[in-house]
T-cell receptor, first 110, second 114 residues
Framework: KQEVTQIPAALSVPEGENLVLNCSFTDSAIYNLQWFRQDPGKGLTSLLLIQSSQREQTSGRLNASLDKSSGRSTLYIAASQPGDSATYLCAVRATYKYIFGTGTRLKVLA | EPEVTQTPSHQVTQMGQEVILRCVPISNHLYFYWYRQILGQKVEFLVSFYNNEISEKSEIFDDQFSVERPDGSNFTLKIRSTKLEDSAMYFC????????????FGPGTRLTVT
């Protein structure tokens, strides 16, 4: 049974720092992996989608990598800003459904 | 840019009542999904729907739940007799294809059962 874990559960950093969020999954047979952002009480904003054949995707200050064989993905945020404060979720797709991790709650201090 | 919409944004209902949550997927999408997120917990898959049939469902999706595409644009989730533990945020999603295609999520409906 696929399980998705995100470490750390919470992270607090000063503005301007580069940071890495981690996502691990137990079954490497996935079609893709997606990173989302969720603000408190709000919906899911898609950040990056990485197909199983890809190693990384970039969008602005965000870079996501995927190592399927080791069951790991990282989300790198460059030059963090207070507006980046949110919960970041990773989700893997093995069949029709996404399986989500528990998220990393990020706070960027001004 | 096309987006998935959901109504209502917040629904309050009494235990035992039936509720219908509505979603309008992106117009050329063929695959539809419902997920839920209990406060403070993971987003959990409920059901996927394609060609007017359920293609996959989780253990959560028991006989109290049903889905329907009543017309060419809406996709609904019905909970027949709500329980307190059904209180959650319910997300609808849609995709143009399966497996390798991105799922686009709606803003969610917050269901509160009292």
């Amino acid at each position: 049974k696929q399980e998705v874990t995100q470490i750390p559960a919470a992270l607090s950093v000063p503005e301007g720092e580069n940071l890495v969020l981690n996502c691990s999954f137990t079954d490497s047979a996935i079609y893709n992996l997606q990173w989302f952002r969720q603000d408190p009480g709000k919906g899911l904003t898609s950040l990056l989608l990485i197909q199983s054949s890809q190693r990384e995707q970039t969008s602005g200050r965000l870079n996501a990598s995927l190592d399927k064989s080791s069951g790991r993905s990282t989300l790198y945020i460059a030059a963090s800003q207070p507006g980046d404060s949110a919960t970041y979720l990773c989700a893997v797709r093995a069949t029709y459904k996404y399986i989500f991790g528990t998220g990393t709650r990020l706070k960027v201090l001004a | 840019e096309p987006e998935v919409t959901q109504t209502p944004s917040h629904q309050v209902t009494q235990m035992g009542q039936e509720v219908i949550l509505r979603c309008v997927p992106i117009s050329n999408h063929l695959y539809f999904y419902w997920y839920r997120q209990i406060l403070g917990q993971k987003v959990e898959f409920l059901v996927s729907f394609y060609n007017n049939e359920i293609s996959e469902k989780s253990e959560i999706f028991d006989d109290q739940f049903s889905v329907e595409r009543p017309d060419g644009s809406n996709f609904t989730l019905k909970i027949r007799s709500t329980k307190l533990e059904d209180s959650a945020m319910y997300f609808c999603a849609s995709s143009v294809g399966t497996t390798y295609y991105e799922q686009y999520f709606g803003p969610g409906t917050r269901l509160t059962v009292t």
